[in-house]
């Protein structure tokens, strides 16, 4: 059956596509190449990247350069999600493998390319390896986050892919592969105190929480390991201890710290922790 324009009336003018129109060929096209041609959106996705070596950063004006390549395909996948695609209903997950142990400086993530993800978990384990995670996101957002589902396009019907561009996704949890038991172990838990530990440094209303004394120790028990690290130059920290180097990043990205006074007394008075 066609695939017809949704009524967004900003977009379909920015877009110049009616609403309830057809979805064209181009379009079609475009998610086609994405989804069956590896290399050539492996070579896709380094042009809206800064992929310099040795740390130096590309100018915008270097990357614009490289995205002009492909602007037409750009704005056609972008189009395809915005314009034909579903929204990802509020606690719906979607799954993203990652072969390295990236460093986020948020667990709310803006993914301002395409992004890949799947439905099924065990497809994510597919696209990592033993020195990779796998994230387990969800809408970061109160609004919907439009997503294109590429499942009826593509070669690779099997993965049950959902294609996202521009959307705003929660980490809310991260999985590693445990080489020594040789099996991957969910650190959902970890995640959680971190996003708690964001919310304190942002002053963020976190009174919602679940298990809040447990989670509020524990998070104070990951605090002050953090502080030992960082004024006692101490070496419990490891290369493995990717947890640690997470929150290091997320704690160095801040740049002001918001203390919400009346949300930490309230959190010491359901705690039972005074100090």
Same mark, same amino acid.
């Given at each position: ?50 992929? +310099?070596?040795?740390? !130096?950063? #590309? ?9 002009? =390549? &492909?602007?037409?395909? /750009? ?99 991260? +999985?590693?592969?445990? !080489?020594? #038991? ?9 995640? =959680? &105190?971190?996003?708690? /530990? ?78």
């Amino acid at each position: 059956p066609p695939i017809y324009a949704k009524k967004k009336p900003y977009y379909n003018n920015l877009f110049r596509i009616p609403c309830w129109s057809h979805m064209t060929v181009d379009h079609i096209m475009a998610i086609i190449l994405y989804t069956d041609t590896t290399k050539l959106q492996k070579l896709f996705k380094q042009q809206s990247r800064n992929m +310099r070596p040795n740390g !130096v950063d #590309e100018t915008y004006a270097e990357i614009a350069v490289k995205n002009a =390549k &492909f602007a037409n395909w /750009f704005r056609l996948l972008y189009e395809c999600v915005w314009m034909f695609g579903d929204e990802l209903p509020f606690g719906k997950r979607v799954f993203h493998g990652v072969n390295c142990k990236l460093l986020f400086d948020t667990l709310w993530y803006d993914f301002r390319g395409p992004l890949s993800t799947t439905v099924d978990e065990s497809v994510a384990l597919s696209f990592s390896d033993e020195s990779g995670i796998i994230l387990e996101l969800t809408n970061g957002e109160n609004l919907g986050q439009p997503y294109f589902d590429v499942q009826h396009f593509s070669t690779y019907s099997e993965e049950r892919e959902y294609l996202f561009y521009n959307a705003t996704l929660k980490i809310i949890s991260i +999985r590693i592969y445990d !080489v020594k #038991e040789a099996k991957w172990y969910d650190y959902r838990q970890h995640i =959680k &105190f971190l996003h708690l /530990f964001l919310g304190l440094l942002n002053g963020s209303e976190i009174s919602h929480t679940k298990l809040k004394k447990k989670v509020c120790e524990t998070t104070w028990k990951y605090i002050k390991k953090h502080s030992k690290i960082l004024l006692q130059n101490s070496n419990d920290q490891t290369e493995e201890d990717y947890f640690a180097q997470l929150q290091d990043n997320l704690t160095h990205q801040k740049r002001t710290i918001w203390v919400n006074l009346k949300q930490i007394r309230s959190l010491q008075l359901q705690t039972g922790n005074h100090k």
